[in-house]
């Protein structure tokens, strides 16, 4: 069954499949909202109904990036309008027509990303955030659509649960990390390597450093060396006699999920060693 947006903004539905051997997988939707038009209909438009424009909307933090924005897109964005303070639509052409909804989002978010390279570069102290806001549709009969896309981590468990739940009376595990952070040197080092809101391929790539060598890492010496390998192909862009980049090679959440997955286990680790010896000196 397909996930479904009802008339009270309530996303319902069933996610079914398999989960990967992590214990978990990524799932990506396109989620259209569509108004009912002059006609009053209801549900999705089909092909007695075809989008007639599309267009992508662009959300900035700042009505002066939109401005910026509006003076910097490529010839093949031209903008369609203004929506608000915040926001500006692009596309509208013919040959923008011609994508479907998610390649439209895909075209747009990748330009955002050089965009927003290129202001960095340009003006290194200027921070600055575009999103991709909406795929917006006008249909022959009148009717629009709002797509929006979805991204979602499936897991078999449930990693902040596991976190707040009781490792040894009163103590979660939470609470012993924390405490391990401020007295232990190596789980300092261990946190300090995640603390970026969105880490990126820099932390995959340290993060299965760390682990390298410890018992976690045993019998995944294969599956770390692409892994690492991908991190380093992307922490190197820019030199020209950087390692090819492996075959397989795994997107940025597979990578997060499986690096960060082994340092949590290290993690663990330093959780028992840590209850043991609470045991060892209360005996």
């Known amino acids: 069954?397909?996930?479904?947006l009802t008339p009270?903004?309530?996303?319902?539905?069933?996610?079914?499949?398999?989960l990967g051997s992590d214990g978990q997988r990524i799932d990506e939707y396109m989620v259209r909202v569509t108004d009912a038009g002059?006609?009053?209909?209801?549900g999705e438009p089909g092909p007695d109904d075809p989008p007639i424009t599309r267009s992508v909307w662009i959300r900035a933090e700042a009505g002066w990036l939109?401005?910026?924005l509006v003076k910097t897109l490529p010839p093949g964005l031209p903008v369609v309008g203004r929506i608000d303070e915040f926001t500006c639509s692009v596309g509208g052409t013919p040959e923008f027509q011609k994508l479907t909804p998610s390649d439209a989002y895909q075209v747009v978010e990748n330009m955002l990303g050089n965009l927003t390279a290129l202001m960095h570069a340009y003006s290194p102290n200027t921070r600055r955030r575009?999103?991709?806001w909406q795929v917006s549709e006008l249909h022959k009969s009148g009717r629009q659509s709002a797509i929006k896309r979805l991204q979602m981590t499936v897991s078999a468990t449930d990693g902040m649960a596991t976190l707040r739940e009781p490792v040894d009376g009163d103590l979660?595990?939470?609470?012993?990390?924390l405490v391990l952070?401020?007295?232990?040197?190596q789980v300092s080092e261990a946190l300090a390597l995640l603390q970026n809101p969105e880490p990126a391929w820099a932390a995959v790539y340290?993060?299965?450093?760390?682990?390298?060598?410890?018992?976690v890492a045993t019998g995944k010496k294969k599956k770390i060396d692409i892994y690492r390998g991908t991190a380093s192909w992307y922490r190197h862009l820019g030199e020209p006699n950087r390692p090819a980049k492996p075959d397989n090679a795994p997107d940025l959440i597979q990578a997060r999920a499986f690096a960060f997955g082994l340092l949590r286990e290290w993690l663990d680790l330093k959780v028992s060693e840590y209850l043991d010896s609470r045991k060892a000196a209360a005996s």
């Open 181 to 185: 952070a401020q007295s232990n040197g």
């Open 1 to 4: 069954m397909a996930l479904e």
């Open 8 to 18: 009270d903004g309530r996303l319902q539905g069933i996610i079914d499949g398999p």
């Open 172 to 177: 979660s595990r939470s609470t012993v990390l």
């Open 38 to 42: 002059p006609a009053g209909a209801t």
């Open 206 to 215: 340290d993060a299965l450093k760390f682990v390298a060598g410890s018992p």
């Open 130 to 132: 575009y999103e991709v």
């Open 66 to 68: 939109v401005d910026e």
